[in-house]
């Protein structure tokens, strides 16, 4: 079947993740296989090998945490250093992969971040072919403004593993700005806050018709809802172990039983005033099994989050700052992401801008989904005359003598976008040259991301500072670099696309692919074999129910065959062969019959017999 033209929009989240498609000029969100328009962005492996994906993944997370794999948008792009210094918890293993990149570790196999998010893509991927009753290959996927060039390449080598071809990588606010003001064919000028489960990004556009032009963005990509849940468990944990003396954090399910129950009272929390965190049987002693019981408030709760909600403050103030815009000239406040769903989170929202925001103008979870599939649609060449300017949200430069960063591309420029500096040697007859580029806002490197580095090599001989080296920074509608150098006596010329130490080769992108879809074919497969082992299961049961019944009806030689097809009936059910199964599903089925027309050819006679052995009646 030939792939479908339609291109899906993916809000590929931290806890949840969305999928929709254009549908006419109106978003449409599709369904899970559960029903559901909102999947768990949770990854459980299996014993048996099978990958599970959503609701069923999470459930699995307090059995077996260590096999269940969470929040990985967090890990994306990330070195394993970086995540130790930050303290992150997770109750499954991480390790240092290749130049240090986070890897998870399943199995003692090492899973990269986008592995894991490709599982997810593919599970969204397939909803949508089951909804659309074909091939999906095209994707626009979203990520959060504040997402370096890193982050960006490996959500994209995520897709292509899930099998997608990602058409664009699409700005969470701006998305979600997109949603709002599809419609609303007058000038505005608005701030999308957007607080999600991993993830902090506030931006401002101006919309006029149906342009959509980001003024600047800018964000915390280490700060969300997750923050806050560890807040409640670390609060929680520090009264159990004052109480009881045990540290519920030390055991992974413990901890994940914990995970959950805060998370739960953290949703309580805004709708209700206090709420109860209780886990029976939590931790076991000589004296004894151990329950948790505890009470929290509203007042309590915002008390601790309120530190984290200060961090949001400089991000907001900056885009306000580079967007040249007072606070109360803002027209609309959008919010976007669960997070803000928290009353404290509006109220602090309100107090930025002097107003307040539009609580139901879009849904915080769906409203980056909708405009997702706004923008495949534009692609899709479904949506006429939508003009959507974005920027990039951090300064890309190179280093120069002494660790100095020197910008070529500054933070809030319009993309797609080609700028060009001159550079020369620092010392004379030098061969070659190191060009090594960088991201960030601080002037020594150091401090700032090393994105990667190449070498202009077989220079001519020159004294310093004669040599004239073009260097040319284009970055795509993605927001993704890639860089050219050329010495411009000799013509000598190097282009890269920058690509991260952790980044795959065309080569690798093809084998994960062939590797997930290998694992898609199994996970049918064991899914085939467990329904066709149900089935004759059940099949079984019914035969031997009616058989034991009626066995002395029965013929001896019939008994005899019947006893052997339960038999050999049950030793197929251990074996792996699907269709074996349905085939003796039939022979069952067959044999449940012959029983049941022996019956009633019996219950037939006996009737009759007894009209004939009747005397008549004067």
């Known amino acids: 079947m030939e792939p479908s033209r339609k291109i899906i929009g993916i809000d590929l989240g931290t806890t949840h993740s969305v999928v929709a498609i254009l549908d006419g000029k109106e978003p449409r969100l599709i369904p899970n296989p559960e029903g559901e328009r909102i999947t768990p962005s949770v990854v459980h492996f299996a014993s048996s090998g099978e990958v599970v994906v959503g609701e069923a993944a999470r459930r699995q997370s307090v059995i077996h945490p260590k096999r269940t794999v969470s929040s990985v948008k967090r890990l994306m792009g990330r070195r394993f250093s970086e995540l130790e210094e930050e303290g992150l918890q997770t109750p499954y293993v991480l390790s240092p992969g290749e130049h240090d990149y986070a890897r998870i570790l399943i199995d003692q ?9 490709a599982f997810i893509l593919r599970q969204l991927k397939e909803s949508a072919e089951s909804f659309l009753g074909e091939p999906v290959n095209r994707a626009v996927i979203t990520v ?3 997402f370096n060039d890193a982050q960006r390449q490996e959500t994209r080598d995520a897709g292509r593993i899930a099998g997608l071809e990602v058409e664009r990588i699409l700005n969470e606010p701006t998305a979600a700005a997109l949603a709002f003001g599809q419609t609303r064919g007058q000038h505005e000028t608005i701030a999308v806050f957007d607080l999600g489960g991993g993830t902090f990004d506030i931006s401002i556009l101006e919309v006029c018709d149906d342009v959509f032009n980001v003024i600047s963005t800018s964000g915390d990509t280490h700060l969300g809802g997750d923050d806050f849940d560890d807040l409640l468990v670390d609060h929680v944990a520090e009264e159990f172990l004052a109480t009881e003396g045990i540290d519920l954090r030390d055991d992974p399910s413990s901890l994940q039983r914990l995970y959950e ?16 965190i209780v886990i029976p049987f939590v931790a076991a002693t000589a004296q004894g099994a151990k329950h948790l019981n505890s009470t929290i408030n509203r007042a309590r709760f915002e008390a601790m989050i309120d530190p984290l909600l200060e961090r949001c403050q400089e991000p907001v103030m900056l885009a306000l700052e580079d967007a040249e815009i007072e606070p109360h000239l803002i027209d609309h406040v959008i919010l976007v992401g669960g997070s803000t769903r928290i009353p404290r989170v509006r109220q602090f929202v309100e107090e930025l801008f002097g107003r307040p925001a539009n609580h139901h103008s879009v ?3 769906e409203a980056v989904a909708h405009g997702a599939a706004i923008q495949a649609g534009v692609l899709a060449g479904d949506y006429q005359d939508l003009l959507l300017l974005d920027v990039t949200p951090l300064t890309l430069g190179v280093e120069t003598m002494g660790s100095k960063m020197s910008p070529v591309v500054a933070r809030n420029t319009k993309i797609p976008i080609q700028r060009q500096r001159s550079f020369t040697t620092a010392i004379d007859n030098q061969e070659s040259v190191a060009i090594r580029v960088f991201q960030g806002e601080s002037k020594h490197t150091k401090e700032n991301r090393l994105l990667g580095e190449f070498f202009l090599e077989d220079l001519p001989p020159e004294p310093a500072g004669e040599p004239q080296i073009e260097l040319t920074f284009d970055i795509d509608a993605d927001g993704i670099l890639h ?4 010495h411009a006596g000799s013509g000598q010329e190097q282009k890269i696309r920058i690509t991260q130490a952790n980044g795959y080769s065309d080569e690798e992108i093809d084998l994960m692919r062939q590797q997930a879809d290998f694992r898609s074919e199994e996970n049918t497969r064991n899914h085939d074999r467990i329904e066709a082992e149900d089935d004759l299961m059940r099949r079984c049961y019914q035969l031997e129910k009616v058989f034991r019944q009626n066995e002395h009806r029965l013929p001896e030689d019939l008994q005899e065959e019947i006893a052997g097809l ?14 074996e199964m349905l085939a003796m599903v039939q022979e069952v089925e067959s044999a449940h019959a012959e029983i049941l027309s022996i019956i009633q050819t019996d219950v037939s006679d006996s009737i009759r017999s007894i009209f004939e052995d009747s005397p008549p009646q004067d």
Not at 262 to 276: D, G, I, Y
């Open 144 to 146: 959060p403004a504040y």
């Open 261 to 276: 129950v805060c998370e739960k009272a953290k949703r309580e929390l805004s709708t209700c005033h206090s709420t109860e």
């Open 363 to 365: 849904h915080p979870e």
């Open 566 to 579: 339960l038999d050999y009936a049950r030793q197929i059910t251990q074996g792996d062969n699907s269709e």
């Open 109 to 117: 196999r090492e899973y990269s971040p986008a592995e894991i998010s």
């Open 483 to 486: 860089v050219s150098a050329i």
